[in-house]
């Protein structure tokens, strides 16, 4: 397997279906706060991948210790930015 120089290739799938799921994002959580670990297990990602996702969307977070916090609602608004 080959890693590139923003994400490992195989979670590539995984970054097609959270732009996917911008425009109907119901099974996922919509309010919240949840680590960026719960996030990427959802999504079926590395969390590194997903922490690289954040910073190309623009997603607001805070770190609390060592995990990387992200609100459900931001996230999902700031997706729906992304793909306008």
């Known amino acids: ?3 590139s120089n923003k994400y490992i290739e195989s979670d590539k799938f995984a ?3 959270v732009a996917n799921l911008v425009r109907s994002p119901g099974a ?3 309010t ?3 680590s960026s670990k719960i996030w990427a297990q959802l999504f079926g990602m590395t969390e590194k991948n997903f ?3 954040l ?3 623009g997603v607001p977070y805070f770190k ?3 995990n990387v916090i992200v609100d459900a609602q931001e996230f999902w ?3 729906k930015q992304k793909e306008v």
């Open 77 to 79: 608004t700031s997706q």
């Open 15 to 17: 970054f097609d279906l």
């Open 55 to 57: 910073k190309e969307s």
């Open 32 to 34: 919240g706060k949840f």
């Open 64 to 66: 609390f210790g060592s």
């Open 51 to 53: 922490k690289e996702l």
């Open 1 to 3: 397997m080959t890693e």
């Open 28 to 30: 996922f959580p919509q």
